[in-house]
């Protein structure tokens, strides 16, 4: 059931790098600073967790020949547990694990993925904290993008509820009230 969810965001988040890397200079055409990091954020509750979406993301690269053989920090990319320090992978395009909020602050997150976001109890201050500030960096550094409701680029949240409350829940009540065509949800049904 879970690796589904991880393996479609995962595959997202390649074809997100691909189309980045395909620009001649992503930081001009996105009206950016020159030195600007673009980062493709993999958060999750705990740095064990991030480690292995970090795993499924560089096998990815690893497995996709036009990505892979323009990889810059192929050391960086080797890791085993993720980095908290951005790893480029494409000229000017870096992934970088975390799992609190502070971990993307001053960042330009292009794509960001929180994976075990069914926070629950004390945890869904944290897990909303690190969603805000994770949406509030990719509206804010691509602003001309994010008036028209239309970003650049993704924020996935891989989970699924695990009780009434949690954050998952709650992310997926409040998408379906607002109406976002951004949105999708796909609730498995057990009986």
């Known amino acids: 059931a879970g ?8 595959i997202s988040n390649l074809y997100d790098m691909h189309k980045l890397g395909c620009l001649k ?3 001009e055409f996105y009206r950016l600073g020159p030195k600007t990091m673009l980062i493709f954020a993999v958060f999750s509750a705990t740095g064990s967790t991030a480690a292995v979406n970090w795993q499924d993301l560089t096998t990815g690269i690893e497995l996709c020949p036009w990505i892979n053989e323009k990889v810059v920090d192929r050391k960086g990319l080797e890791k ?6 951005p790893v480029e992978i494409l000229p000017g395009i870096y992934i970088q694990t975390g799992s609190r909020f502070q971990h993307s602050m001053g960042k330009a997150i292009f794509d960001g ?8 109890g004390d945890n869904i ?3 909303q904290k690190t969603y805000d500030e994770l949406s509030s960096r990719m509206a804010t550094r691509f602003r001309s993008y994010s008036k028209s409701g239309n970003l650049p680029g993704h924020l996935f949240l891989i989970s699924s509820p695990k009780e009434a409350g949690d954050f998952m829940q709650y992310r997926i009540d409040t998408a379906l009230k607002s109406g976002s065509k951004r949105v999708l949800v796909k609730k498995n049904i057990s009986s």
């Open 125 to 127: 201050k944290e897990a």
């Open 25 to 27: 200079d992503p930081c």
């Open 3 to 10: 690796a589904g969810k991880t393996v479609v965001a995962t």
């Open 113 to 120: 993925l929180m994976d075990e976001a069914a926070f629950g």
């Open 80 to 85: 085993k547990s993720g980095s908290l320090v």
